[in-house]
């Protein structure tokens, strides 16, 4: 189940959306449109301005937060980028956000050229074009080939082991973003053709290959990893070429979510569910999320797995609940990494003047949620008002079906 509900934060306050986290005065920072002006709320001495203004609700939490909760958000820009001739790589894993224990990203830039060098991994590799085109490459177990070109907002997913490789395209290459199923992932360290070839006797290699140990002379004595090379050819003819003997991979491992229509669209935005019902292949779910200015994804958990979030665009703030009466509200931009764990409830609100676009990853092929509303619209309206004291003609009004997004 998916579903967000009406955006009743700003409008409750008498404000438009975009202004729920405003800059007050000199002195400090509210997040909730609220005056802060009593003494205890002032910040004399040392400031970090920028660092507040991006994160209004950590520094002036709103009243329902309580508690002890661990930090649920790690910024790509906090992460150290590794720079070669091809391109960039920086990742977030459970080194740098330790809650986050299944999951784990990288964010990657390609020259027009570029080559993210042939390699493998233990986990499983699902990735998001965030800009550009590359063209990626996969050999299975079957000696079978895959070879397509990608570009802006298409997917991909390698399975665990599958050797591949990526590479920029012309005319300025590409970046993506790869989410692996395992927070303790390590960009820096995965099995490389020219690193394993470099550290395997030369005459192994001949007596494997039926060739002078001259031949491999010139095998890089270090790790390619990202590099800088010609653009491939033809599409047509590399795919003939790799295919030639065993064939093609009968299932693709990429997928166009621009010919996908959304799962749900309103007024207020939509959402793209992309599991292994509609992308068999794939061990990892995805939700692509558009709130429109002041959109709320609605109260809900997911019982299924953990989420891990990713925000591509805009501005939002969520708040996780972990029980015990703890809860803690954060503030989110494009770049940012928030993580909750399984079945701990929490909200996703656009507090910006543009659309929010984000995803919601899961260690899991089945997307599952329980929303609020739906749990209340399907109590009976007397066990239901005897908890909450709302009235029975509210609960009467919450909608019997999910809403996805509703209009701010």
Same mark, same amino acid.
């Given at each position: 189940?998916?579903?967000?509900?009406?955006?009743?934060?700003?409008?409750?306050?008498?404000?438009? *959306?975009?202004?729920?986290?405003? *800059?007050?005065?000199?002195?400090?920072?509210?997040? @909730?449109?609220?005056?802060?002006? /009593?003494?205890?709320?002032?910040?004399?001495?040392? !400031?970090?301005?920028?660092?507040?203004?991006?994160?209004?609700?950590?520094?002036?939490?709103?009243?329902?937060?309580?508690?002890?909760?661990?930090?649920?958000?790690?910024?790509?820009?906090?992460?150290?980028? !590794?720079?070669?001739?091809?391109?960039?790589?920086?990742? #977030?894993?459970? !080194?740098?956000?330790?809650?986050?224990?299944?999951?784990? &990203?990288?964010?990657?830039?390609?020259? *027009?050229? &570029?080559?993210?060098?042939?390699?493998?991994?233990?986990?499983?590799?699902?990735?998001?074009?965030?800009?550009?085109?590359?063209?990626?490459? /996969?050999?299975? @177990?079957?000696?079978?080939?895959?070879?397509?070109?990608?570009?802006?907002?298409?997917?991909?997913?390698?399975?665990?082991?599958?050797?591949?490789?990526?590479?920029?395209?012309?005319?300025?290459?590409?970046?993506?973003?790869? #989410?692996?199923?395992?927070?303790?992932?390590?960009?820096?360290?995965?099995?490389?053709?020219?690193?394993?070839?470099?550290?395997?006797?030369?005459?192994?290699?001949?007596?494997?290959?039926?060739?002078?140990?001259?031949?491999?002379? !010139?095998?890089?004595?270090?790790?390619?990893?990202?590099?800088?090379?010609?653009?491939?050819?033809?599409?047509?003819?590399?795919?003939? @070429?790799?295919?030639?003997?065993?064939?093609?991979?009968?299932?693709?491992?990429?997928?166009?979510?621009?010919?996908?229509?959304?799962?749900?669209?309103?007024?207020?935005?939509? #959402?793209?569910?992309?599991?292994?019902?509609?992308?068999?292949?794939?061990?990892?779910?995805?939700?692509?999320?558009?709130?429109?200015? $002041?959109?709320?994804?609605?109260?809900?958990?997911?019982?299924?797995?953990?989420?891990?979030?990713?925000?591509?665009?805009?501005?939002?703030?969520?708040?996780?609940?972990?029980?015990?009466?703890?809860?803690?509200?954060?503030?989110?931009?494009?770049?940012?990494? $928030?993580?909750?764990?399984?079945?701990?409830?929490?909200?996703?609100?656009?507090?910006?003047?543009?659309?929010?676009?984000?995803?919601?990853?899961?260690?899991?092929?089945?997307?599952?949620?329980?929303?609020?509303?739906?749990?209340?619209?399907?109590?009976?309206?007397?066990?239901?008002?005897?908890?909450?004291?709302?009235?029975?003609?509210?609960?009467?009004? #919450?909608?019997?079906?999910?809403?996805?997004?509703?209009?701010?």
């Amino acid at each position: 189940m998916f579903g967000l509900g009406p955006a009743v934060v700003a409008t409750a306050a008498g404000l438009s *959306a975009g202004q729920t986290i405003v *800059a007050r005065d000199a002195n400090h920072i509210d997040g @909730q449109g609220g005056t802060r002006n /009593a003494p205890n709320e002032t910040m004399p001495g040392p !400031r970090n301005r920028p660092l507040e203004q991006e994160n209004p609700d950590s520094e002036f939490p709103p009243d329902t937060d309580n508690g002890s909760v661990r930090p649920f958000k790690y910024s790509f820009s906090l992460s150290r980028k !590794r720079i070669e001739s091809g391109g960039w790589t920086r990742q #977030v894993t459970v !080194r740098d956000l330790p809650i986050s224990k299944d999951i784990a &990203g990288v964010e990657m830039r390609l020259v *027009a050229g &570029g080559i993210r060098e042939l390699h493998w991994h233990v986990e499983a590799e699902w990735a998001i074009m965030l800009y550009g085109t590359a063209r990626i490459t /996969a050999v299975d @177990q079957h000696a079978r080939s895959f070879v397509s070109d990608v570009g802006e907002g298409d997917l991909w997913l390698f399975p665990k082991g599958v050797p591949h490789s990526i590479q920029g395209l012309g005319p300025d290459g590409c970046r993506f973003l790869l #989410v692996f199923d395992d927070g303790s992932f390590d960009e820096f360290h995965t099995f490389l053709i020219t690193d394993w070839l470099t550290h395997t006797p030369k005459e192994v290699l001949a007596k494997n290959f039926a060739v002078p140990a001259s031949t491999f002379n !010139r095998v890089p004595k270090r790790e390619m990893f990202i590099f800088k090379a010609d653009l491939p050819g033809d599409l047509a003819m590399e795919q003939k @070429q790799a295919a030639e003997g065993t064939g093609t991979i009968p299932q693709s491992y990429d997928f166009r979510t621009s010919e996908m229509k959304p799962t749900k669209v309103t007024r207020g935005g939509e #959402v793209k569910i992309i599991d292994s019902k509609n992308f068999p292949v794939t061990p990892i779910t995805a939700a692509i999320v558009t709130l429109k200015p $002041g959109g709320l994804r609605e109260l809900h958990w997911h019982p299924n797995a953990d989420e891990w979030q990713y925000y591509i665009k805009g501005k939002g703030r969520m708040t996780i609940f972990i029980a015990g009466s703890d809860a803690r509200t954060m503030d989110f931009q494009e770049g940012d990494v $928030g993580y909750i764990l399984q079945s701990q409830p929490h909200y996703v609100e656009n507090t910006g003047d543009t659309d929010l676009v984000f995803l919601e990853m899961f260690k899991n092929p089945h997307y599952e949620d329980i929303s609020l509303a739906e749990w209340m619209a399907h109590t009976p309206r007397q066990l239901m008002d005897q908890h909450l004291k709302v009235g029975i003609d509210m609960l009467d009004a #919450v909608p019997k079906q999910e809403t996805v997004i509703t209009p701010a």
